[in-house]
Nanobody, 121 residues
């Protein structure tokens, strides 16, 4: 059993910052990429940023320069630092991890429950 638990969401004024955290726990053998997605009201889920186990990152073009993703492999934790937040960043943010458990050979995706980020104007 694997759990991804997000934290750090909340209400912030435009121009402010938030840092999201997502900790993976359970019978984990190895974690490949970890990522953050978001789903804004009335929109489809979209990739925010991803990071490999080696630290290579990928960002949605519209978010480059404002958001930073990082991870602590020893803690099985991924972070999303969000700066200069805008009202259009309001969404539920989901953590994703592609990982292998001790009971499986093939990695698969796991998801957190989501954390709400609301940016007021």
């Amino acid at each position: 059993q694997v759990q991804l638990v997000e934290s750090g969401g909340g209400l912030v004024q435009a121009g402010g910052s938030l840092r999201l955290s997502c900790a993976a726990s359970g019978s984990i053998f190895s974690i490949n990429a970890m990522a953050w997605y978001r789903r804004a009201p009335g929109k489809q889920r979209e990739l925010v940023a991803a990071i490999t186990s080696a630290g290579s990152t990928n960002f949605a073009d519209s978010l480059k320069g404002r958001f930073t993703i990082s991870r602590d492999n020893a803690k099985n934790t991924v972070y999303l630092q969000m700066n200069s937040l805008k009202p259009e960043d309001t969404a539920v943010y989901y953590c994703n991890a592609n990982l292998r458990t001790i009971a499986t050979i093939t990695p698969r995706d796991y998801w957190g429950q989501g954390t709400q980020v609301t940016v007021s104007s």
